[in-house]
């Protein structure tokens, strides 16, 4: 009798388990839901895509996003991005974003790589040698112009701009594929803010300028002076005379004169000498 009472209340427990386990399994799937996960517009996993090209239908490739890393910019359509064109090179399997493409309706060509608020200007260089040639499309420079102060008669050199982006040299607004150097060239295309344009512009009225190739990553400012001729040789620059204040003539007074002062006195003149200055 206990043995079936034992064996009982075995079965009851594992019944009441089984429907707890089932409960339990029945609720977890009710909470969760499946991540959605959207199709976002990838570049084409055959090749990279270059700087300024236009974006075609087999430039692209549909790729499942999960929900819970969203994309800003991203697209998930073609129709607002056909036609459009690269602004930067684009590596194969990559997401294509807003900030990567031109702005809708504008032209391809140099302005499509131009982004809102910047301006691209070229610059004319006495010698543009391209340093050795490796001056290439997406090269980051600063520019040095060299012009005469007011304060000095010697030449000045001070930078005038500093990690200003190439977007073309000479005609040639994309880098060599195999990376051959460039010819030599005479005009170099900046991408520069409206205020960097008009500093650009400034110092080329002013003199000549000359272009500096840097590391794209380096993003530290020059904290120098410039660069006076009597600093390069060495030898400091006289400094000017002071101006000094002539000597002050001799002051001469004259001598008082004698006055004659006529009076009348009763019947006839009469007359007396007096110093002082005659009237």
Wanted: proline residues 10%.
């Amino acid at each position: 009798m206990k043995q079936q009472r034992i064996a009982g209340a075995l079965a009851a427990s594992l019944a009441i388990s089984a429907v707890c386990t089932f409960l339990l399994a029945r609720s977890m799937r009710n909470q969760i839901t499946p991540a959605k996960t959207p199709d976002l517009l990838y570049a084409a996993p055959s090749r990279a895509l270059q700087a300024g090209e236009i974006l075609k239908p087999e430039s692209l490739e549909m790729v499942s996003w999960p929900n819970s890393r969203p994309l800003h910019g991203a697209f998930a359509k073609t129709d607002g991005l056909l036609g459009r064109a690269l602004l930067f090179p684009l590596e194969k399997d990559q997401p294509i974003l807003d900030q990567d493409v031109s702005a809708a309706g504008v032209s391809p060509g140099l302005a499509a790589k131009i982004p809102a608020g910047m301006r691209a200007i070229a610059l004319r260089s006495d010698e543009v040698v391209g340093v050795a040639g490796f001056l290439t499309p997406g090269s980051h420079v600063d520019v040095l112009g060299t012009f005469h102060t007011a304060n000095s008669p010697d030449p000045v050199t001070s930078i005038v701009l500093e990690n200003a982006e190439v977007l073309a040299v000479g005609q040639r607004a994309q880098p060599d594929p195999e990376g051959k150097p460039s010819p030599a060239v005479t005009v170099v295309t900046l991408l520069l803010t409206p205020e960097e344009a008009e500093r650009a512009v400034l110092a080329t009225s002013q003199g000549s300028v000359h272009f500096v190739l840097r590391n794209g990553a380096d993003l530290d400012e020059y904290k120098g002076t410039p660069m006076m001729l009597s600093m390069l040789s060495g030898v400091a620059a006289p400094a000017k005379p002071a101006v000094e204040a002539p000597p002050h003539a001799p002051v001469r007074i004259a001598a008082p004169r004698e006055a004659e002062i006529e009076t009348v006195l009763g019947d006839g003149p009469a007359s007396r000498k007096v110093n002082g200055t005659a009237p």
